[in-house]
């Protein structure tokens, strides 16, 4: 798995706007809501309505089976570059955070992560997402940013949506922080692709931002955001 640590060392005035709060406060009115949340932190097994869940660590990865369907994470990596454009391997994760059942969507979200973690794998979680109706999956990871996971519609048109991040470390000149977040939308074959239509191969915003280390690293300065999104985020 490719970490990268992300240092900012431009020194330069906060910008006006707090885009962090902002983007936050869009994604809450986007949100999908869960029909069920099920914190699975050291636990094995899950019944959500009619859907029986049982998952193993094996040694590389995961077996999740859902209703008789058994999945092996282990030779799985992430549609999105999760650090600095990186694809990843699934298999650093052995075990199971959260899962949400979306019962009139026909989808679980799996959060997987590294047990017990140390240093940077803390900040990685990789999302599972389990069509019911046709057993298809989609893998995606984060590093450095929300690792909740969440589904959005953000078209209005029923079809459920998540958005996948990438953390980056850019030179402008100097090292500055940076996440993108682009759309993923749910196919008809039941497996996330990249949202796009005539006019974008893809929708996206970038946020960029410099972290106080120097005094509280959950502090952003200096925060820009660039948009190529479907409306204006307010």
């Known amino acids: 798995m490719l970490i990268i640590s992300c240092l900012s060392l431009i020194n ?24 069920i949340v099920f914190n699975a932190e050291g ?15 094996v040694n590389k990865g995961l077996l999740i089976t859902i ?5 092996n994470s282990s030779n799985e990596v992430t549609f999105n570059g ?27 979200g799996f959060e997987l992560v590294f047990n017990p973690c140390n240093g940077l794998g803390c900040s990685v979680a990789y999302h599972l997402v389990y069509d019911l109706k046709t057993g298809r999956t989609s893998y995606f990871g984060r590093f450095r940013t929300d690792l909740e996971f969440n589904l959005y519609n953000f078209n209005s048109d029923s079809v459920p949506d998540y958005l996948a991040t990438t953390t980056f470390c850019e030179v402008h000149p100097r090292i ?16 996330f ?10 929708f996206w915003f970038k946020h960029i ?9 959950t502090r952003l300065l200096n925060e820009e955001l660039i948009e190529g999104w479907t409306e204006k985020i307010k």
């Open 43 to 57: 636990k094995r097994n899950t019944t959500l309505l009619t859907h029986k869940i049982t998952w193993k660590k």
């Open 12 to 35: 330069k005035p906060s910008a006006d706007l707090p885009y962090s709060q902002k983007i936050k406060k869009y994604l809450a009115t986007k949100e999908i809501k869960p029909t």
């Open 209 to 217: 931002f410099h972290r106080d280390y120097a005094n509280d690293d």
């Open 176 to 191: 500055i922080d940076s996440i993108e977040y682009i759309m993923y939308s749910k196919s008809a074959q039941g497996n």
């Open 82 to 108: 999760v650090s600095d454009k990186t694809v990843e391997s699934v298999n650093f994760a052995n075990s199971i955070n959260q899962i949400k059942l979306y019962e009139p969507e026909s989808l679980i």
């Open 193 to 202: 692709k990249v949202y796009k239509d005539g006019n974008q191969e893809k």
């Open 67 to 71: 209703d008789g369907v058994t999945i």
